[in-house]
Every structure is written in structure tokens, then in C-alpha cells.
Nanobody, 123 residues
């Protein structure tokens, strides 16, 4: 599975931003597709993922109610709509796919990673 992420940049506190991730290749092989992030000096953490059939979504507690993940089945593209952004959301965001439907927030279960995209939320 190849993952191509787009979006990111600089936004002010309270602003919105959308990230997209397009999956290609063996798109029938992943179970979860979604986003992780890593801030300087911190471990990579799960942000939000969605199952391949779109029936399941999972969110980190820190983003619930602010972020929404959705999937366009036709082209295996996942979008992350981020609202009410906070400075603590500043991180490099990575698109990732897992062949396993287990422990969605653990990056060790993800076999495929896209290039990171920087999201910076200014004061």
C-alpha cells in the first residue's frame, strides 16, 4: 500500500485545516487507515483511524469533538477535518495503514506509512 498525504501548513488557534491521504496499490489489504502525529520530543501517537469499510472510526481523546475522519470509498482517500485547532495539535502528521484490526492507536501495528506533513498551530 502506498500512501500519499496532502494538506498541512500554518493556521491560527481556533482555525481549521484538512489533511488528505490517498491510498494506492494493494488497497484491499489494509484494515485501518488513518493518522498519527509526532510532536518534538514526544512519541508518535494515534490521532484518528477508519476501517476500510468505513464502519469503524477511532479518535484520540484529545481530538474527539474537534477532528473528523472520513473516507471516500471510490478512491481510497481518507480526509481528516481538523477544527478548533490548538497549539498542542502542532506536530508532524503521518498517514498510516494497518493490515490488522487491533490496537488502533499503536503505531507498531501499522505496516505502511506516508511522508509526514507539518501542521503548525500558532498562538
Amino acid at each position: 500500500v502506498q500512501l500519499q498525504a496532502s494538506g498541512g501548513g500554518l493556521v491560527q488557534t481556533g482555525g481549521t485545516m484538512r489533511l488528505s491521504c490517498a491510498a494506492s496499490g494493494r488497497t484491499d489489504s489494509y484494515y485501518f487507515l488513518g493518522w498519527f502525529r509526532q510532536a518534538p520530543g514526544k512519541e508518535r501517537e494515534g490521532v484518528a483511524v477508519i476501517s476500510r469499510n468505513g464502519a469503524l472510526t477511532f479518535y484520540a481523546d484529545s481530538v474527539k469533538g474537534r477532528f473528523t475522519i472520513s473516507k471516500v470509498d471510490a478512491n481510497h482517500t481518507v480526509t481528516l477535518q481538523m477544527n478548533s485547532l490548538k497549539p498542542e495539535d502542532t506536530a508532524i502528521y503521518y498517514c498510516a495503514a494497518s493490515e490488522f484490526g487491533r490496537t488502533w492507536y499503536n503505531p507498531e501495528w501499522y505496516q505502511y506509512w506516508g511522508r509526514g506533513t507539518q501542521v503548525t498551530v500558532g498562538q
